[in-house]
């Protein structure tokens, strides 16, 4: 039977491990969601900017645009800025629904909370304010809340070195 200091150093590995897991995870979505919530809000805006003009502006708006793009008839400005409009609301629907869909707040929230849960762990495991057995319990307990956060093969820089090795 390994003794209690082999037991920790395991299990502190296990916890870097998992943790550097969570952070590469981090690192890779919130950008990701980041850059879907800027896309909704850009097109979101451009939608209410295409039909602004001709809401507001009416038929002189029309009238003005035709002259300025030189369109024949006035009824092509009307038609383009509806079909723009139409373009981007269906991207903004689309981008929104697609970041409901794979749950991005969520997951970036159980993540977070994960990794400081997570951190809060080792530091009571290497200042022996937990004994290994209930660090175990807390270990599990924290890991299943993020099942959708792939396991790193290890620590970049953890210093506790790969689990000992048992015969």
């Known amino acids: 039977m390994a003794d209690d200091s082999d037991l ?3 299990l ?6 998992r943790r550097a897991g969570v952070q590469a995870f981090l690192r890779s979505q919130r950008p990701r969601a980041r850059r879907r919530s800027n896309l909704v809000m850009v097109f979101s805006s451009l939608a209410a ?3 602004a003009g001709p809401a507001v502006g009416g038929e002189t708006f029309a009238g003005g ?12 400005v009307w038609r383009v800025l509806c079909l723009l409009a139409l373009l981007v609301s269906v991207g903004s629907v689309i981008l929104t629904n697609m970041g409901k869909a794979q749950d991005d707040v969520a997951r970036l929230s159980t993540a977070e909370a994960a990794n400081a849960e997570l951190e809060g762990l080792s530091s009571l495991l290497q200042y022996g304010q937990l004994s290994v057995q209930d660090g175990v319990k807390l270990y599990q307990q924290y890991s299943v809340k993020i099942p959708f956060v792939d396991e790193l093969p290890g620590p970049v820089g953890a210093g506790y070195g790969p689990p000992p090795t048992r015969y």
């Open 8 to 10: 920790r150093r395991d």
């Open 49 to 51: 900017v295409f039909t």
């Open 65 to 76: 645009v035709q002259k300025a793009v030189g369109f024949s008839s006035d009824s092509y």
């Open 12 to 17: 502190l590995w296990r916890i870097e491990t």
